[in-house]
């Protein structure tokens, strides 16, 4: 296990709890500090997608676009891609998937970045709403919400695993967001089936969160890790 580089995070899941859905770093700072990663966009508007250095943004009407690079995030996890693991999967439900990996790859108390291209039985999303202030918290904004699915897809998985201590700085475990090779389906992944595919996994020493050390509404929060960790096992998986 050669741990290489770094993951960069800008804010934390437990900020989005209580509904800090500002925008506190350009898409285009961002993309400075990885080219693969995931994240929110400003509002809680979608899920974002970041693959070979381009940030896109899968909206809860279905559609995914290009991220600008002034457009803004409250949240998001990237690194520079440089997987120290690359394996070939066959038909493997989600379960067997995330069983086979934490195992075989000794995940369990490390961060490291995950990333499937191949061709997908099934695939199940979900999308956040756009949201405005004054901000609902995560859990009442995620209580509804679009889902999207699609059977025999093209396309790439990319997200985190993170050791369940650092629940509440990000989500515990995995997390993962779905774009399909035609732009087609994406978002939060909910649930998928492996056909044929490239597992590339790269683990990390070193996380690196960065805050918003500037936004009054982060500064006054009383975060409370019992809520936090609550909603995220509500609205992350
Ligand atoms: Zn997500």
Redesign the pocket.
Known sequence: MAATGTIFQHGTLGLLVPGLFDGTITAGALLKHGDTG?G?LAGLDG?VIIIDGHAYQAREDGQIREIAADETLPFASVHFEKPDISDQLQALSQADFETQVVRDYRLTNVFAAIRIDGHFKHIKTRVAPRQQPPYKTLVEATSTQPEFSGDDVDGTIVGYYAPHLFQGATVGGF?L?FLSADHQLGG?LLGFEIAKATLKVQHFADFHVHLPIDNEAYLQEQFDNQTIDHAINKA?R
């Open positions: 995931i929110t899920e997390h967001h939060h992350e």
